[in-house]
């Protein structure tokens, strides 16, 4: 399958300095960024319930996670679900109660954090799917 990338200059500056061709870092990059969520899969089993995950996923519907923020990314999860839940009161629509949520998302280290933004953007980008909490149940690892 070949596509056409195209990639930021700070991005082409990076994978520049590691010395091969183009194709071979992206290709080991990817790979690597893929292995770091695998490994995370498995602590995530179970994390957060059925009405969370889909009270997280209505909340990021159309939320602009940054990658370079990576670090931030669980206080970003955080402050963003406070502020739904003080506007909104999606808690009470979703059946879940926010402050356990919360304690939960100020919990996540920023791989765990990376993990979450992956399965949100997953739930949004899936073939439309009348199946959502069978989804949401296959991508948050969700067995209980």
């Keep these: 399958m070949e596509k ?4 930021p200059l700070p991005l082409q ?13 992206i290709q080991r990059d990817l790979e690597c960024y893929y292995a770091i969520l695998d490994m995370v899969e498995d602590e995530m089993k179970d994390q957060f319930s059925i009405k969370e995950a889909s009270l997280l996923c209505n909340v990021f519907r159309s939320t602009q996670m940054e990658i370079r923020r990576l670090k931030s990314l669980p206080t970003l999860f955080v402050w963003d679900v406070e502020d739904v ?3 909104e009161r999606l808690g009470e629509q979703f059946e879940v109660n926010t402050n ?9 280290t920023p791989y765990q954090a ?3 933004r992956d399965k949100i953007l997953l739930f949004w980008n899936r ?10 149940k296959e991508l948050f690892r969700i067995e209980a």
Excluded: A, C, M
């Design 100 to 108: 356990d949520l919360i304690d939960k998302l100020e919990k996540l």
């Design 85 to 87: 839940e003080k506007y």
């Design 114 to 116: 990376l993990w979450l």
């Design 13 to 25: 500056k990076k994978i520049k300095q590691r010395g091969e061709d183009f194709s071979t870092i």
């Design 4 to 7: 056409i990338v195209h990639l």
């Design 127 to 136: 073939p439309n799917s009348t199946e959502e909490e069978e989804t949401i």
